[in-house]
């Protein structure tokens, strides 16, 4: 299916046409310019960074040349190296949980360091399009360094973030290497598919869409996605900073209602050489499984419910140990950083391999990238950055998918096998004889998915001091995405439209993107107590999507070939191509900030920012997003208590956007089907911007020293002007009779967070510190005057069902279903029945449902601990998510009691429960569950060793265990799960079926540095 687009008045749209010529000609005539420049007089200046009192090396300890964007860090031994230009007057140096330090230069060329413990103030934070010190945030933002990062076998960022910092929930679609991952922060405020929040890569902003090629097998449903992220080399980042509230994320505008992700880096740095070598090595098991008959409990469980014995085959079988494997993960990863006089760069390369606990699946990376930073003019006036990361990224999927009847899946059909039946027969062929038991083994061997993903970004960027204070920056990246898929099943599979004649998929796809951004900085004391830190920029993205799909079936025999690679030995008839060409996404921007400080008692930042996207109507091409916060220093009162080091008072609101929904759904475009070019949609001149409004009070505190810091925030975020895809009355042009229009309705989302740290023990060999972060969540749907279904749940005779309805008064996605009040005396279900009283037996009319919960937790908990002693250290993390309900579509689809009937296996508490083999099984609350739980996420045993000869710098030897222990009541495989189970396009959520099993983890490693 090949899509182009017509659309109307298209180049009257001058604000982006207009600026395409300048851009791609003008820009990187200007990055040359900076270029042909030429480095001048510097000198070298060295030392060491220690602890008072310790006399202990600081690793990572900052450098700055005071009025310079320039400097540099520590190394392993605390040693650094920095090239300072004349008119250099001091270096500034500052260290988490220390006080800073001013130190004039002079003629010195050694200058060594004791930092003393102390505030947290002058720790800087990246921010949206640069970076001010902690005491000088407004808004709320968390900031998460590598050494509070989850550890264990990390395929994506946000696995980094899981529980780490207030507000955020991370869950994954399944427990595959690579699965797809959704995080909201502070929420869900949207209806559609676009919770997720802006993730931004040393400034690059990247396109959230995954670049792997749909397409599906017969009878194994949609395929299920993979996280775009995976990309990323966990090993080489240096920070996450979380910005939640509308003050912090309204400088991105049109992208931050969801909030924004920033993640920064590992940098060159000057100096000699320094080697970094990671060696990761591990195994997985499953985690937790559910609790089905072994071949003994079976033939007791046709005796206990007399039952015939005729579905006795003799054997014992584990059927889903029989698709189990103990998984392996091999990682590597090498950098190496270094610089002279007037440069820094650093070079990296990393191999991550990981098979998966289901046989046939698994997850292999390669990453490698170089950055590098060059000072050129007199004084260092122009600093040029590059950086290029690229990656490969391969991936061998199980058939398991979102939505497959309960025979096409993998998980579904090892869950309800026959355990008395042996998989093999006597001639080592697969059992394939019973229809209704589809052999898992033979699903595994037949069924072949691989993706094959190739992705690079990169940025070029000079910033130029125009004057003291004054600098300019302009910044070009891309960033380029291919995803191949090949898909087949053997003819020898005994599936419908498979057996005896095969199918295969062949999918290619492609995301580019190019970025442009214009930044002018000045930074100047207007006073002697006042200062000022201004901001204004223009920006210009440009996001593109194309591919094509070939699907057959009936192919030749296949000779040892894959049958990806003999696609034309199907008949023409038996062929179908698509190919498709999405409309381009093109956003204009303008924004501006200004950050004013008062005598470091009173802040205020005020942002605003102006988004022209081509996703909109001709009506509401713009929007403008404002945001304002003010803080008081208190604890610099001369009033304030001596209890506090800090004590901060924030106050943030503002206004962003939301434009994630499919390009060109404001426009008219056409498909070509069959040869017939036909219209797809019905254009809106009008659709305008989804927006958010948030109101942000918190409070920063800091006692006893600094050994006990806290953050406490609360938040009320509401969204309006709601986007959906409704029904347009007829007659329309359009194939779907559908068309994108704002509806009624508000999305209220408030709540409070809470972090505190405890640094409990500070001794020269003895080290103990604790961080706990909780939020409570609350969400609302008002003024939404219908009710939209979705959270759709499969399985036999289960066509149609749905779990979840969205209507005023209720949360998002809040559970819709039939109140199960057990079993009658006939052994069939009994449902409460809230029109007439009293009990009924049928479930599926809808005047028996009521609201009984929603899969979005009320309370959610994070707590670490690290302990050092010695050269010894122990880190654990644990999270929680309490008060959300999950529906298990896996026991609704495949534990139910006729399955024993019918030669199929159930679990081990339906046996004997008095039900009827009769019994019907339709979405109800008997599949309803807790989700409340409690996970040890990872935990880490460590050793240091120091005074380590020759070239080594030093090396540490680690055990990492992830998923050690999960307390929870939940049934099923995980209570964090969520398979996509929307209805035409409405995101559902908290619903598990048939996934993935999660994996408990144990890694040995080694960190050698030279």
Request: charged fraction near 20%; proline fraction near 3%.
């Amino acid at each position: 299916m090949f899509q182009i687009r017509f659309e109307k008045n298209y180049y009257s749209q001058n604000y982006l046409i207009g600026m395409k010529m300048y851009i791609t000609k003008f820009h990187f005539l200007l990055v040359l310019m900076l270029v042909s420049v030429s480095a001048f007089g510097q000198r070298t200046i060295t030392g060491t960074v220690t602890e008072e009192g310790t006399n202990e090396p600081l690793f990572g300890a900052n450098i700055l040349i005071k009025g310079f964007d320039t400097g540099t860090i520590t190394d392993f031994d605390g040693k650094y190296s920095v090239d300072v230009p004349d008119g250099a007057t001091a270096l500034v140096f500052s260290y988490t949980g220390f006080e800073s330090q001013e130190i004039a230069i002079g003629s010195e060329s050694v200058i060594d360091v004791v930092l003393s413990a102390g505030s947290l103030l002058d720790e800087i934070v990246v921010i949206g399009y640069g970076s001010v010190k902690k005491s000088d945030v407004t808004g709320s933002v968390s900031k998460v360094g590598e050494e509070d990062f989850n550890r264990g076998a990390i395929t994506s960022p946000q696995e980094l973030l899981a529980g780490r910092t207030s507000g955020v929930q991370i869950v994954g679609n399944s427990g595959a290497p690579g699965a797809a991952t959704k995080i909201n922060i502070r929420g869900t405020s949207s209806i559609r598919s676009g919770n997720d929040p802006l993730i931004v890569i040393d400034g690059i902003q990247l396109d959230n869409r995954s670049v792997e090629p749909g397409g599906d097998i017969s009878q194994l449903g949609r395929a299920q996605g993979s996280n775009p992220f995976a990309f990323i080399d966990p090993n080489e980042i240096e920070s996450i900073e979380v910005l939640k509230d509308a003050s912090a994320t309204a400088i991105y505008g049109s992208r931050g209602a969801n909030g924004v992700i920033l993640i920064t880096t590992k940098k060159g740095r000057s100096g000699k050489p320094s080697i970094e070598y990671n060696v990761q090595q591990g195994l997985s098991t499953i985690l937790k499984r559910p609790d089905i008959l072994t071949g003994d409990e079976y033939r007791n469980a046709l005796s206990t419910e007399g039952l015939s014995n005729d579905n006795d085959e003799g054997g014992s079988v584990d059927a889903l140990d029989a698709i189990l494997q103990n998984g392996y993960t091999n990682s590597h990863s090498l950098g190496v950083s270094g610089g002279g006089e007037a440069y820094k760069y650093r070079v990296f390369g990393s191999l991550f391999d990981q098979s998966g606990i289901i046989v046939n699946t698994g997850l292999r990376k390669y990453t490698g990238g170089i950055k590098a930073s060059f000072n050129a003019l007199d004084d260092n006036r122009l600093t040029i950055d590059f950086g290029m990361t690229a990656s490969n990224v391969i991936q061998d999927d199980a058939a398991i998918s979102d939505d497959a009847g309960y025979e096409g899946s993998l998980i579904g059909a090892a869950l309800q096998w026959n355990p008395t039946r042996a998989l093999k027969k006597a001639d080592d062929s697969y059992d394939q004889d019973v229809l209704e038991n589809r052999n898992p083994l033979a699903i595994s061997d037949y069924i072949h998915d691989q993706s094959n993903i190739s992705r690079i970004i990169g940025n070029l960027s000079a910033t130029l001091r125009l004057v003291e204070g004054l600098n300019y920056k302009f910044n070009v990246s891309i960033d380029n995405a291919r995803g191949e898929r090949r898909a087949s099943a053997s003819p020898l599979l005994n599936f419908n439209d498979i057996f005896g004649r095969g199918q295969a998929i062949v999918g290619n796809n492609q995301l580019g993107s190019v970025q442009y951004t214009h930044t002018l900085n000045y930074q100047t004391d207007i006073t002697s107590s006042v200062s000022m830190n201004l901001l204004g920029g223009y920006e210009y993205l440009k996001y593109t999507n194309r591919g094509t799909n070939i699907f057959v079936t009936d192919l030749a025999p296949k000779f040892d070939q894959d049958y990806t690679d003999i696609l034309q030995s199907a008949a023409n008839n038996n062929q179908r191509v698509e190919s498709f060409n999405n409309p381009d996404i093109e956003l204009q921007s303008y924004f501006a900030r200004g950050i004013f400080n008062v005598s470091d008692k009173y802040l205020l930042t005020a942002t605003v920012r102006a988004d022209g996207s081509s996703k909109f109507g001709e009506e509401n091409q713009y929007g403008i997003f404002p945001s304002f916060a003010l803080a008081w220093n208190i604890h610099n009162e001369a009033f304030a208590p001596d209890a506090f080091d800090n004590l901060k008072l924030r106050v943030g609101w503002g206004v962003t956007g939301n434009q994630e929904f499919p390009a060109g759904a404001a426009q008219e475009y056409y498909t070509y089907e069959n040869g017939n070019l036909t219209q797809r949609n019905n254009p809106n001149p009008a659709l305008k911007w989804e927006s958010s409004k948030q109101l942000n009070v918190g409070i920063d505190f800091a006692i006893m020293d600094y050994r006990i810091t806290g953050t406490l925030d609360y938040f009320n975020k509401t969204t309006d002007d709601l986007i959906l895809f409704v029904p347009l009355a007829q007659p329309n042009p359009s194939t779907d009779g559908r068309i994108y229009r704002n509806v009624d309705g508000t999305i209220q989302n408030s709540g409070i967070e809470l972090g505190l740290n405890f640094s409990i023990v500070e001794k020269e060999n003895l080290r103990w510190g604790v961080n706990v972060n909780g939020t409570y969540l609350t969400n609302e749907v008002s003024g939404f005057g219908t009710a939209i279904n979705t959270g759709a749940i499969s399985g036999q005779g289960l066509t149609g069902a749905f779990a979840q309805r969205i209507t005023d008064g209720q949360s998002l996605f809040a559970y819709y279903l039939p109140v199960w009040n057990g079993l009658n005396g006939e052994g069939l279900s009994v449902y409460e029945d809230p029109v007439n009283g009293g009990e009924t037996l049928i479930a599926t009319v809808s005047t028996v449902k009521q609201f009984v919960g929603d899969p979005l937790p009320d309370f959610l908990l994070g707590l670490s601990t690290d302990l050092t002693i010695g050269n010894f250290d122990v880190v654990m993390n644990i999270n929680g998510a309490f008060g959300y309900q999950v529906y298990n579509n896996t026991a609704n689809a495949v534990f139910v009691k006729g399955n024993l009937a019918n030669g199929r296996n159930v679990t081990a508490d339906l046996v004997g429960n008095g039900e009827s083999t009769n019994n019907s099984y339709p979405a109800s609350t008997r599949y309803l569950e807790d989700g409340d739980h409690l996970r040890l996420s990872n935990l880490t045993l460590g050793y240091t060793f120091d005074n380590l000869p020759g070239l080594l710098k030093g090396a540490r030897l680690s055990l990492t265990g992830t998923n050690l222990l999960l307390l929870t009541g939940y049934s099923g495989f995980d209570p964090v799960v969520n398979t996509d189970k929307n209805i035409e396009g409405i995101p559902s959520f908290g619903i598990e079926y048939t996934p993935y099993p999660t994996a408990r983890t144990i890694l040995a490693g080694l960190r050698i540095k030279f």
